[in-house]
T-cell receptor, first 115, second 115 residues
Framework: AQKITQTQPGMFVQEKEAVTLDCTYDTSDPSYGLFWYKQPSSGEMIFLIY??????QNATEGRYSLNFQKARKSANLVISASQLGDSAMYFC????????????FGKGTSLLVTP | DVKVTQSSRYLVKRTGEKVFLECVQD?????MFWYRQDPGLGLRLIYF???????EKGDIPEGYSVSREKKERFSLILESASTNQTSMYLC??????????????FGPGTRLTVL
């Protein structure tokens, strides 16, 4: 069964607007971590933000914030004030503490920022 | 500056050839990973290693093997390349520890084409 679901294959947003990329997850492990990565067209995966399952507050890193709703098992990425350079693939991933070191990735969302 | 490097950005091989993909990290990380990325499928884990000479199968190990003789180097081997192994291959490394951030750092990827 898919552990990470990203339901938006593609998204458009206008420059300077905010955008939310959806991610839902499935786990019975009480301890887990959620990650978002960005992959520009050049191919490298860039770590953006992390949320631990026991973290009380939503994670924020600059223009990135994570809307963590534990009861709904969702971990949506919010990008504020979009820039043209934000155009990329975005992947949500989960690491379950009891399952070891590997990450389970979603299928990704392609974001295009338009002028 | 932390770095994961991969031996080739692009590789073209023929069906039946033995293929070696090399990955080196300079962060003294215990864990190393090999993923393949295909459009619409996200990243799928092939193998990972949590220590020298130690390895564990990921979700899609068939047709692949790995070698980790030194801490900094993790090799992916295609014993007899087939056309369905045409893909983008991504190497990653991370510190040990399943709780806490311990994010994975990725290499630039190798785009392998098997003819």
């Amino acid at each position: 069964a898919q552990k990470i679901t990203q339901t938006q294959p593609g998204m458009f947003v206008q420059e300077k607007e905010a955008v939310t990329l959806d991610c839902t997850y499935d786990t019975s492990d009480p301890s887990y971590g959620l990650f978002w990565y960005k992959q520009p067209s050049s191919g490298e995966m860039i770590f953006l933000i992390y949320q631990g399952s026991y973290d009380q507050q939503n994670a924020t890193e600059g223009r990135y914030s994570l809307n963590f709703q534990k009861a709904r098992k969702s971990a949506n990425l919010v990008i504020s004030a979009s820039q043209l350079g934000d155009s990329a693939m975005y992947f949500c991933a989960m690491r379950e503490v009891n399952s070891g070191y590997a990450l389970n990735f979603g299928k990704g969302t392609s974001l295009l920022v338009t002028p | 500056d932390v770095k994961v490097t991969q031996s080739s950005r692009y590789l073209v091989k023929r069906t039946g050839e033995k293929v070696f993909l090399e990955c080196v990290q300079d962060m003294d990380h215990e864990n190393m990973f090999w993923y393949r990325q295909d459009p619409g499928l996200g990243l799928r884990l092939i193998y990972f290693s949590y220590d020298v000479k130690m390895k564990e199968k990921g979700d899609i190990p068939e047709g692949y093997s790995v070698s980790r003789e030194k801490k900094e180097r993790f090799s992916l081997i295609l014993e007899s390349a087939s056309t369905n192994q045409t893909s983008m291959y991504l190497c990653a490394s991370s510190p040990s520890g399943t709780s806490g951030i311990n994010e994975q750092f990725f290499g630039p990827g190798t785009r392998l084409t098997v003819l």
